[in-house]
């Protein structure tokens, strides 16, 4: 784009959505050209902020006849570099964030109707008061916004139970490339009258259309939510333990997560006052000594949801756990007692992701595979990993009831042994950088040798294009790039992602 398409282009943009709503300052746009983890640096041009879906269109169609390039952008939470712009400085950013309606509740229907600007955070308070629940849960829920939850199409901790953001979802209301508005926005259960056009723009990552509003899939509030954290001694035994609670709660097993000793040993070493606090309410159930927290072992956070009442579920749980005591196949466990434990518990969690990002840099892999081969690859993967970096940290945590491992790698420690913060970081930054390449490598080729996927439910973004142009097919590769010239022949969404 010239510098004087550029200047129309803004000029326009003005008249369609007001000053305030269209900003240039170099103070207004650098926080929105930075990705979560700081890892993608880029330059815009400007960020505007639309308010409905016709302003939308509207700028869409600006953006085709100047050539602008345009660059989704939702919570800014997403963790492959998808919402950052290139270092052009030509790249328009647009927020979709200020599409803030509530178009419809139906609880008849179980649904409900947003704009995609609406926070995870708020859809979940919003069926909560509809006395319902939509599962749909992560880390970043309070800046997530459901538009960028369903162009990644996002996972996070239901999803064993529920399903992820595409099976959540029963109607997207799109601006397509060109700047029409489709309205999908019908609810409907059964729909096969052709192309699914849904399904396409669900995970395409802002570059095939813009999610401007959605139809969500809301269920009945489960009476007891209750939460395990349990020790194994191996990832092998965290799968015989999923096996059992399958066979025995089959659809009230609704979350099954995995946190090697290491990942969180992180968050001991960074929120020693998270850990604390797990430790306290943990400590409490155990009545004082909790070893669970102190000591370096793998574990487990279970959790089961009851439709009759928290006894039922605590009950659950501890049949379950009786049992895989019974057979050896677990250690020590805490079965919490209150929701205020359960959270404690899930808070452990959910720091792994922002302790790590406390640590420094770390290669991110985001992996899927069979269950069958899950532990397979975890154990030769380990050991191929300490032969080829002796020293290094497996952060290996996740959504392992779905089988997606977040098999993160940290600098060795002793690299940075009484080092300052600072000191640390840059020691960590240039380890991770000297070897990304060829640990990424190791582990993919792992992943696509187990018949697995590179990118479970964070997306390629920029992050793993690559990587995904290097081990997909051809004729895959060839499919979706004739599906993106259909559907954006001038390359104004999103150029540069994913494809
Ligand atoms: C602490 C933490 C924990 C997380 N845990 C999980 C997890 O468990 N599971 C998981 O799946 N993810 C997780 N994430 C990643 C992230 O929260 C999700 O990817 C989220 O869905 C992104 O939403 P967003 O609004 O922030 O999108 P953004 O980051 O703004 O954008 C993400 C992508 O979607 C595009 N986009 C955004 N909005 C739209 C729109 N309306 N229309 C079209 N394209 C759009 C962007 O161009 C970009 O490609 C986590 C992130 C953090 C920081």
Not at 56 to 69: K, S, T
Not at 127 to 147: C, R, V, W, Y
Not at 229 to 249: D, G, M, T
Not at 304 to 331: C, F, N, R
Request: hydrophobic letters at 45%; aromatic letters at 6%; charged letters at 20%.
């Amino acid at each position: 784009m010239s510098t004087s398409n550029n200047a129309l282009f803004l000029e326009q943009a003005v008249q369609l959505l007001g000053e305030r709503a269209v900003k240039t300052a170099l103070s207004d746009l650098e926080p929105y050209c930075v990705d979560w983890r700081k890892r993608f640096f880029g330059k815009a041009a400007a960020i505007l902020y639309p308010r409905t879906t016709e302003q939308v269109a509207g700028v869409v169609c600006l953006a085709n006849q100047h050539g602008v390039a345009l660059v989704p952008q939702g919570g800014n939470t997403g963790l492959s570099g998808g919402a950052t712009p290139d270092a052009s400085g030509t790249q328009v950013i647009l927020s979709l964030s200020r599409l803030q309606a509530v178009r419809h509740q139906d609880p008849a229907n179980k649904t409900l109707t947003v704009e995609a600007g609406v926070t995870l955070k708020q859809v979940q308070e919003l069926a909560d008061g509809m006395q319902l629940l939509f599962p749909l849960s992560l880390g970043a829920e309070g800046s997530a916004t459901i538009g960028g939850n369903l162009a990644t199409n996002a996972g996070g901790t239901g999803v064993l139970r529920y399903g992820n953001a595409r099976d959540l979802c029963l109607g997207v209301e799109v601006v397509s490339a060109s700047g029409e508005i489709w309205n999908g926005l019908r609810g409907l259960r059964k729909d096969n009258t052709g192309y699914d056009l849904r399904d396409l723009f669900i995970g395409s990552e802002g570059t095939l259309g813009l999610i401007t509003a959605a139809v969500l899939k809301l269920f009945p509030k489960p009476a007891g939510v209750m939460t395990a954290l349990i020790q194994v001694a191996s990832p092998r035994h965290a799968f015989e333990l999923l096996q059992l609670a399958q066979a025995k709660c089959d659809a009230a097993l609704t979350g099954f997560e995995y946190m090697s000793a290491e990942s969180t040993q992180v968050v001991i070493d960074h929120f020693p006052e998270v850990a604390r606090h797990g430790a306290q309410i943990i400590g409490g159930i155990l009545g004082g000594n909790n070893s669970m927290v102190a000591e370096r072992s793998d574990s487990v956070l279970m959790e089961i949801s009851h439709p009759e009442s928290e006894s039922a579920a605590t009950s659950m749980l501890e049949t379950v756990i009786g049992q895989a005591l019974d057979q050896q196949i677990v250690g020590d466990a805490i079965v919490a007692q209150s929701i205020a434990q359960s959270s404690a518990l899930w808070h452990l969690r959910e720091a792994i992701t922002l302790a790590a990002a406390e640590d420094g840099a770390q290669v991110k892999l985001d992996i899927a595979l069979p269950l069958s081969r899950l532990v397979t690859f975890i154990d030769q993967v380990n050991r191929e990993m300490l032969a080829a970096f002796p020293g290094v940290r497996l952060h290996n945590f996740g959504h392992f009831g779905d089988g997606n491992l977040h098999y993160n790698i940290g600098a060795p420690q002793h690299l940075a042994a009484g080092k300052s913060v600072q000191e640390r970081r840059a020691i960590y930054l240039d380890y991770i950088q000297t070897h990304e390449e060829a640990i990424r490598r190791l582990v993919h080729d792992r992943v696509m040798a187990m018949n697995g996927s590179i990118s479970a439910e964070h997306g390629l973004g920029q992050l793993r294009k690559a990587e995904a142009w290097r081990l997909k097919s051809p004729v895959e590769l060839a499919l979706m790039k004739r599906i993106k010239q259909a559907l954006d022949p001038n390359g104004i969404l999103n150029p540069g992602k994913v494809l």
